[in-house]
């Protein structure tokens, strides 16, 4: 009889081991179903959404119904994208001529010069006048002798096409106008050159 005991004390231990199993089976479903759909970041792909889950009993053993949890998963859509900006090209403004920049210094008074002067810096310009000088650099030194203007330094040219230029040529150029010396009233202008010939 004690075997007999035995015997089904032991059965009924594994039954209550196997409930037990079966309860943390159904717990760890359930917690995976409610955490996984929420885990990650909102930048990351879109991850399928469960909305609902359905119990389906299966075979039953010894009277014990298994469950099986089937869920139902909806993609859901991914971030909305935001349509990029193609950006438009700057029109160039259209060159001051150096003849119009040609002013007598005497009709200024000092500080009416000076902020000539300083009004002068960041201009695109145009204008032509003889070469004077060439440098080994590729700068050309350009006699311009229009009111105060009296020299501009052209900058930007490449050496080999520098040393195509000579003495006493006309050269025609349009640049920036990136600094202006002032020495006794005569201008002396350097220009990065944009366009030249």
């Known amino acids: 009889m004690s075997g007999t005991r035995k015997n089904s004390f032991s059965c009924f231990g594994c039954m209550q081991a196997g409930c037990f199993v079966m309860v943390m089976v159904i717990l760890a479903s359930c ?25 389906q009993p299966t075979a039953v053993v010894r009277g014990t119904p298994t469950v099986v949890l ?24 259209t060159p001051t001529a150096l003849v119009s920049l040609g002013v007598d210094r005497t009709s200024y008074t000092e500080l009416q010069w000076k902020a000539f002067v300083s009004d002068l810096k960041g201009k695109l310009i145009s204008g032509q006048g003889e070469i004077d000088q060439v440098y080994s650099s590729g700068m050309v030194m350009v006699d311009i002798h229009i009111g105060a203007i009296s020299r501009v330094h052209l900058n930007g040219l490449a050496i080999d096409d520098a040393a195509k230029l000579s003495k006493k040529q006309v050269i025609h150029f349009t640049g920036w106008l990136v600094d202006v010396d002032d020495i006794m009233g005569y201008l002396f202008l350097d220009v990065d050159v944009t366009e030249w010939h």
Do not use: C, F, H, Q
């Open 70 to 93: 089937t869920p139902t998963v909806t993609p859901t859509a991914g971030p909305t994208p935001t349509p990029t900006k193609i950006p438009t090209a700057t029109p160039m403004p």
């Open 31 to 55: 917690a995976a179903i409610v955490i996984l759909p929420n885990y990650g970041t909102r930048d990351e792909a879109p991850v399928a959404r469960v909305s609902k889950a359905t119990v």
